[in-house]
């Protein structure tokens, strides 16, 4: 199943997942480059909510460009496969080499707003991430490593405390907390 046809047959569990739901699909219909960077206006990107193997603690990063405490993701850069896309993030980003995919279903689907910024020296206009999140569960236990470039720490947080340990309240109250009621 292609992406459109994954996203289309996604049950969206609330107003936001199927209003963002509308808005992917119309984007995809509109733009060959939904997976690249390069455009500007908005492009997908996927994301990878990983517990712990008791469903008590997320894996979170402390981003750089967002200064925040956050979930872990990335481009698709022209990747269809999602999922894979988010595995790979998790990887890099964290250091967790033996994660398990819990399924390779979409867990939550989110329109996100991304200000303008500096990467690499390069600006980058505001835009929006059409973004996909799966589930994943690793252990605690296995050496972490933050990406240089990247972020600067990863930590487990029990679900109370990560919803503390965040700087963006309307990622708290609109995903993060939504994301801990499914991988529950």
């Given at each position: 199943?292609n992406?459109?046809?994954?996203?289309?047959?996604?049950?969206a569990?609330?107003?936001?997942?199927?209003?963002?739901?509308?808005?992917?699909?119309?984007?995809?219909?509109?733009?060959?480059?939904?997976?690249?960077?390069?455009?500007?206006?908005?492009?997908?990107?996927?994301?990878?909510?990983?517990?712990?193997?008791?469903k008590?603690?997320?894996?979170?990063?402390?981003?750089n460009?967002?200064?925040?405490?956050?979930?872990?993701?990335?481009?698709?850069?022209?990747?269809?496969?999602?999922?894979?896309?988010?595995?790979?993030?998790?990887?890099?980003?964290?250091?967790?080499?033996?994660?398990?995919?819990?399924?390779?279903?979409?867990?939550?689907?989110?329109?996100l707003?991304?200000?303008?910024?500096?990467?690499?020296?390069?600006?980058?206009?505001?835009?929006?991430?059409?973004?996909?999140?799966?589930l994943?569960?690793?252990?605690?236990?296995?050496?972490?490593?933050?990406?240089?470039?990247?972020?600067?720490?990863?930590?487990?947080?029990?679900?109370?405390?990560?919803?503390?340990?965040?700087?963006?309240?309307?990622?708290?109250?609109?995903?993060?907390?939504?994301?801990?009621?499914?991988?529950?």
């Open positions: 199943m992406l459109f046809e994954q996203i289309q047959n996604y049950k569990l609330n107003q936001q997942e199927e209003c963002d739901k509308a808005q992917m699909l119309q984007f995809m219909r509109c733009n060959r480059n939904f997976l690249e960077r390069e455009n500007l206006i908005a492009h997908f990107t996927a994301s990878m909510w990983t517990v712990n193997k008791e008590t603690k997320i894996l979170m990063v402390h981003h460009i967002y200064n925040s405490w956050s979930w872990i993701g990335g481009h698709a850069d022209g990747e269809e496969d999602l999922c894979a896309v988010a595995l790979k993030e998790l990887q890099e980003e964290t250091g967790v080499k033996h994660a398990r995919l819990v399924s390779e279903d979409i867990l939550s689907l989110e329109t707003t991304v200000g303008g910024h500096i990467r690499k020296g390069i600006w980058v206009p505001g835009h929006l991430h059409f973004n996909l999140t799966y994943a569960e690793a252990d605690e236990n296995e050496e972490l490593t933050a990406q240089e470039g990247e972020n600067t720490a990863v930590q487990w947080w029990s679900f109370e405390d990560a919803l503390k340990a965040s700087a963006e309240p309307w990622m708290v109250e609109n995903i993060y907390k939504k994301l801990i009621e499914r991988s529950r």
